[in-house]
T-cell receptor, first 112, second 110 residues
């Protein structure tokens, strides 16, 4: 079945550093979504990508839709303590309408 | 604007007791609705989804069931809870452009 693998699984970084994470799929996607989940909360949509090669920013966050359509990348610049949380990528499932599958998540911890 | 409400926020239930978690969406009609479970420190597992009243699709066999008695109401239930039912339960809706999640219910079965 479809799988989304995220890497790294977790990372500790110093405040002010840039962060990069990626997501790879076993199948081609026409949409990539990036979510952030704060501790004890539901995930919140950060960025949506709809076109191969697309580069979209949301404040200090930048996400890219990979050219192969099988991967996506999320970068966070100048990290701050409130960036802590779990970042999930997601893409449409091949089965079912408006069904998305989620990656395994990247847990980010920022050291002040 | 659309909002999604999920309650209760936390729940501690004994093994063998029943469960009812409720989710409602406001500001939209005929949304697709979803129940996810997240084990501690893990990813999101889709449990059920619904594309309309009375229409429920189950993703994994388990001790839980779902119902959609009204257009914007989605209920997750169990007749007898197991220890393995503990987790963080999330309701979500979509009209086609990604999910919007509720704030979740932390269920601890003791």
């Amino acid at each position: 079945g479809q799988q989304l693998n995220q890497s790294p699984q977790s990372m500790f970084i110093q405040e002010g550093e840039d962060v990069s994470m990626n997501c790879t799929s076993s199948s081609i996607f026409n949409t990539w979504l990036w979510y952030k989940q704060d501790p004890g909360e539901g995930p919140v949509l950060l960025i949506a990508l709809y076109k191969a090669g697309e580069l979209t920013s949301n404040g200090r966050l930048t996400a890219q839709f990979g050219i192969t359509r099988k991967d996506s990348f999320l970068n966070i610049s100048a990290s701050i303590p409130s960036d802590v949380g779990i970042y999930f990528c997601a893409g449409p499932a091949t089965s079912g309408t408006y069904k998305y599958i989620f990656g395994t998540g990247t847990r980010l911890k920022v050291l002040a | 604007s659309q909002t999604i409400h999920q309650w209760p926020a936390t729940l501690v239930q004994p093994v063998g007791s029943p469960l009812s978690l409720e989710c409602t969406v406001e500001g939209t009609s005929n949304p697709n609705l979803y129940w996810y479970r997240q084990a501690a420190g893990r990813g999101l597992q889709l449990l059920f989804y619904s594309v309309g009243i009375g229409q429920i699709s189950s993703e994994v066999p388990q001790n839980l069931s779902a119902s959609r008695p009204q257009d914007r109401q989605f209920i997750l239930s169990s007749k007898k809870l197991l220890l393995s039912d503990s987790g963080f339960y999330l309701c979500a809706w979509t009209s086609g452009y990604g999910y919007t999640f509720g704030s979740g219910t932390r269920l601890t079965v003791v």
